[in-house]
């Protein structure tokens, strides 16, 4: 920013040079946010008021001080910034603004009409800062302001919109990981010369960055605590924030003296109903939605009816953050801002009834995204779950929290499986699966689940020890206690291990049997169709690859049928298999090429990397050695993120054998290997996508050598179920981000998609 234009020396006959504005000079470096001020600058040609909205401490004063500095030869008659926070008593805002532009006027006239006929034929920006506790107020007289001085624009910052008619709404979130960091690091700094992290002091700054939300004066009052600490201390100390992060700059606004103050701040002005809400709020983790909070939070002080109203509110304020999603409109809380709230929530007494109603929701939802795994919307329960996964985890551990409750961890636990398996999640599935089944609990029907479910993980990552142990005992337990669903399940997994164990007849054996128990309970989903395919892959290891192929054919009929995806992945890659020894490797490459493509678009890291390695093979008979090789390096670095490379199966892995044979012999063992160390740095991304341009599944890739995979529709982005944040810009005139409309199944859960 730059220091206003003041006043010159001039000689005794000259007139003094008129004053252009009051915007205070920059005591320190403004760093980041080159993105929005391009953002601003324009919407301000198309309004003639915008104001900048969001939660307390992101730097919304520096914001708008630094882009009224940047456009300040726009305006001939200056730039005035006025500070309300300070001002309580709503009669005396015109007397603020009055003073602000620096008038002085000794006639009778009320300060409004001071200030109409001071803007009205004036060109200036006039800058509006922390209106808040008089927003209705200061509307009103901005309104009569705009109206009767037209060369006058006004850029406003607050927690909320001002709502006047024209208004554009620009919400300004955190700042972004990189400039958070480097405003962490320039004030670290300045208390400590010399200040510059690097190696394991980098990482720790930048989860200190993250912890904080990326909110500035939380980056800067922990920088000032690095007087006194290391920053392993202030990270550890964060558990305790609001302790912690006091002692801002004495030049700052008292409100941004320390977080509890700013939050404090936007806490007071909030209604009795929205303070409710704020504090029932917190017991969410990560992001939610109208329905969830239509469910949890509606009790005594809130009725149900009244929350949309109440979250509307708290949107307008900046307390709660929308978010568009793979899934929807969702909502969340930033840490800081839900700390503040779960202070207030045990204040209450209430908490402990709240993790309840939030766990019990979590269960339904789990139930529900379970079904719907086998249906249409199954890309949309893989959605769902990935973005409620934060609360879903929470939900588990408060069940683990009362033994008289450890089943319903359980149950949750074993009620992901489809998630654990089919999304790329077998190592935090374990973890989880490994966690409830310590605990002491009744066989009965939860316990029973999570043990098939945690053989099936086990399994697939490569543990035939813990496989077994598991299985067995769900299979014993099962039997003991009449649970045929159990049993099934067990049977069917034992089968399952078989196959990667190398003993396709007892595997067949085992599946014909756990088939036919299914049909006695009346079983139909995804896991009995993977107990088809699972068949046929053993049918296929003995070589009658003609019976393997009908069996598959027929789970890819059921499949559409229902609309099942993920199964159907599978069972391609089965029919990929017996095609290629067929003799076919262009049908073959066909059928692993949507395999491929479908397990991508679940993040089923074993479904792709399985159809990698056949397709490597069938690229190597096809002719192209080195390009083989390079698919066999990206397989390699999958694996290391699954678990044991092709389960240590001889048939499994007969495949892969070939391949580096033929590859080997081709290129020579110094080329071979080079070709595969460049397949090694693919990420799984740009592996399957460059599988898939060979298979013809997608086009080849630009100029840049990107090409774009398909994903399902619905599918959300991949990665650990980080949800994408907000979009910052302007609406349309006066607009707020506003909570969607809420949608009930009739059905006693969540809808989804």
């Not at 006004?154 to 927690?159: D, I």
């Not at 409710?276 to 809130?302: H, M, N, T």
Request: hydrophobic share 40%; aromatic share 6%.
């Amino acid at each position: 920013m730059r220091r206003p234009q003041r006043p010159r020396p001039t000689p005794d006959d000259a007139e003094p040079a008129p004053v252009r504005g009051n915007l205070p000079a920059e005591l320190n470096t403004f760093v980041g946010r080159d993105d929005e001020l391009a953002e601003l600058e324009p919407l301000l040609r198309q309004s003639r008021l915008v104001t900048v909205a969001g939660v307390a401490g992101v730097g919304k004063t520096r914001f708008v001080t630094r882009a009224a500095a940047l456009m300040e030869k726009r305006y001939c008659d200056g730039v005035w910034i006025a500070e309300l926070s300070a001002v309580q008593d709503p009669a005396l805002l015109e007397h603020a603004l009055v003073e602000a532009l620096g008038l002085t006027d000794h006639t009778g006239k009320p300060p409004r009409t001071v200030l109409v006929e001071h803007c009205a034929e004036r060109r200036l920006l006039l800058v509006i800062d922390g209106f808040e506790h008089l927003a209705d107020t200061c509307a009103g007289l901005v309104r009569e302001l705009l109206r009767r001085a037209p060369r006058l624009q006004v850029l406003a910052a607050g927690r909320r919109p001002l709502r006047v008619d024209g208004e554009l709404a620009f919400p300004l979130l955190p700042m972004t990981d990189d400039d958070a960091l480097e405003l962490f690091t320039l004030r670290a700094a300045a208390v400590r010369p010399g200040f510059r992290p690097a190696g394991g002091d980098l990482d720790t700054a930048r989860e200190l960055c993250s912890r904080l939300d990326g909110i500035p004066l939380a980056l800067e009052l922990a920088a000032g605590r690095l007087r006194a600490l290391t920053m392993d201390q202030v990270l550890h100390r964060l558990d305790d924030r609001f302790r912690l992060l006091t002692g801002g700059s004495p030049s700052a606004l008292p409100r941004h003296r320390t977080l509890r103050t700013a939050i404090g701040w936007s806490h007071e002005l909030c209604t009795p109903e929205q303070r409710l809400l704020w504090a029932r709020l917190s017991v969410f983790a990560g992001q939610f939605d109208l329905e969830a909070v239509e469910y949890i939070c509606s009790g005594p002080g809130l009725p149900v009816d009244s929350v949309l109203d109440v979250l509307d509110e708290l949107l307008a304020q900046s307390v709660v953050l929308r978010e568009d999603s793979a899934v929807g409109s969702r909502y969340r809380l930033l840490n800081t801002v839900r700390e503040y709230g779960a202070e207030w929530l045990r204040a209450t007494g209430d908490a402990e009834r709240l993790r309840r109603r939030h766990r019990d929701w979590y269960l339904g939802l789990a139930t529900w995204c379970e079904l719907d795994w086998f249906s249409p919307r199954q890309a949309e329960a893989a959605a769902r779950v990935d973005s409620e996964l934060p609360n879903l985890r929470r939900a588990m551990e408060c069940s683990m929290e009362s033994p008289e409750e450890v089943h319903l961890a359980q149950y949750l636990a074993g009620t992901l499986w489809f998630y654990w398996v089919g999304c790329g999640r077998l190592s935090e599935g374990r973890h989880w699966l490994d966690h409830v089944l310590e605990a002491e609990s009744p066989y009965d029907h939860s316990r029973l689940k999570a043990l098939w479910v945690l053989g099936y993980v086990s399994v697939l990552q490569g543990d035939p020890v813990g496989a077994v142990s598991a299985l067995q005992e769900c299979r014993e337990e099962g039997e003991h206690s009449g649970d045929a669903t159990a049993v099934a399940y067990a049977v069917h997994r034992t089968g399952c291990l078989s196959i990667v164990t190398d003993d396709p007849v007892r595997a067949e054996e085992l599946l014909r049997e756990a088939l036919g128990r299914y049909r006695e309970i009346g079983e139909l989903n995804s896991n009995v169709l993977m107990a088809q395919v699972e068949l046929g892959m053993a049918v296929a290891f003995r070589g009658d690859l003609d019976t393997a192929a009908a069996i598959c054919d027929e789970v890819r009929e059921i499949c559409e049928d229902h609309g099942e995806r993920w199964a159907l992945a599978y069972a391609l890659y089965v029919l990929g298999f017996a095609a290629l020894r067929s003799g076919a490797s262009g049908r073959a490459r066909r059928m692993l090429g949507e395999s491929l493509s479908i397990a991508h678009a679940f993040h089923d890291l074993l479904g792709s990397v399985l159809s990698l390695e056949l397709l490597a093979l069938i690229t190597v008979v096809e002719g192209d050695a080195a390009e083989a090789a390079v698919l066999q390096g990206a397989a390699d670095r999958i694996w290391a993120s699954v678990g044991l490379p092709l389960f240590g199966s001889v048939h499994y892995g007969r495949p892969r054998v070939e391949c580096e044979e033929r590859a080997r012999g081709e290129l020579g063992d110094e080329r071979y290997e080079a070709e595969r160390l460049s397949g090694r740095r693919l990420d799984a991304s740009a592996a399957v996508a460059r599988a898939l341009v060979g298979a013809g599944a997608v086009e080849d890739p630009g100029p840049d050598g990107v090409c774009a995979v398909p994903d399902e529709p619905g599918m959300a982005p991949e990665g650990d179920g980080a949800a994408p944040e907000g979009t910052s810009g302007a609406g349309a005139a006066g607009e707020t981000r506003r909570p969607a409309a809420s949608r009930t199944t009739g059905r006693g859960g969540p809808e989804l998609g």
